[in-house]
């Protein structure tokens, strides 16, 4: 079973959506993932506003940072 996850991120964040887009796939198959918005929190906001967009797993909080691609997701659930 895979594991819920967050995608952290915010509006207009180009790459935000190209991950978005990337893990529709997995969503198909499966994968919980909340979109998060981090300019609505500013404790995400300081924490993650130069590196987003971060891919989260709920399960055990390890964080898979941008750039990754569709094999790198698949090992990061695994």
Request: hydrophobic fraction near 50%.
């Amino acid at each position: 079973m895979l594991p819920e996850t967050q995608l952290f991120g915010t509006l207009g964040c180009h790459l935000c959506e190209v991950a978005e887009a990337m893990l529709m796939p997995f969503v198909e198959h499966g994968l919980l993932v909340e979109l998060v918005d981090i300019a609505e929190d500013e404790v995400l906001f300081e924490r993650y506003g130069l590196v987003i967009p971060v891919l989260r797993r709920c399960d055990t909080g390890a964080e898979l940072g941008w750039p990754f691609d569709a094999e790198q997701v698949v090992a990061f659930l695994g």
